[in-house]
């Protein structure tokens, strides 16, 4: 079972999209900020994190840059997971190091798609 850890702030979309992933036989952690994730990552070494960008405490593109460059996460995937749509967004996220970019509202099939095709690398 692939351990996954969801970045996200909005108790909603956590709900909705940890409870979707669970169902899919992922293992799902949370962490509601930023800061919560880097520790997240650092503790629990998931298979790959989802990662919102406007998050409390520090944002997704800070969390992600310092998961990436502690030793012991640097090789975790990261997705950016965010209402931010524009293309200057996406290319911000994959410059800090996001190995894919997925645009809320989820349309999770195709999410589904992106964690395994980062899992199998």
């Known amino acids: 079972m692939n351990k996954l850890l969801l970045v996200e702030d909005n108790e909603q979309n ?10 899919r036989g992922y293992e799902v952690l949370i962490a ?4 919560q994730g880097v520790q997240r990552a650092e503790l629990d070494h998931p298979d790959l994190i989802l990662m919102d960008i406007s998050l ?9 840059r310092r998961i990436l460059a502690h030793e012991g996460t640097q090789a975790i995937p990261i997705i950016a997971l965010t209402a931010h749509a524009m293309d ?3 290319e911000k996220s994959l410059a800090a190091g996001c190995k894919d970019y ?10 589904v798609e992106q964690i395994e095709a980062l899992l199998k690398q």
């Open 14 to 23: 956590w709900d909705m999209l940890s409870r979707r992933l669970k169902r």
């Open 32 to 35: 509601t900020d930023g800061q």
């Open 56 to 64: 409390p405490v520090m944002d997704g593109w800070e969390a992600t």
């Open 88 to 90: 200057s967004d996406r």
């Open 102 to 111: 997925h645009t809320k509202p989820v349309e999770f099939d195709r999410l």
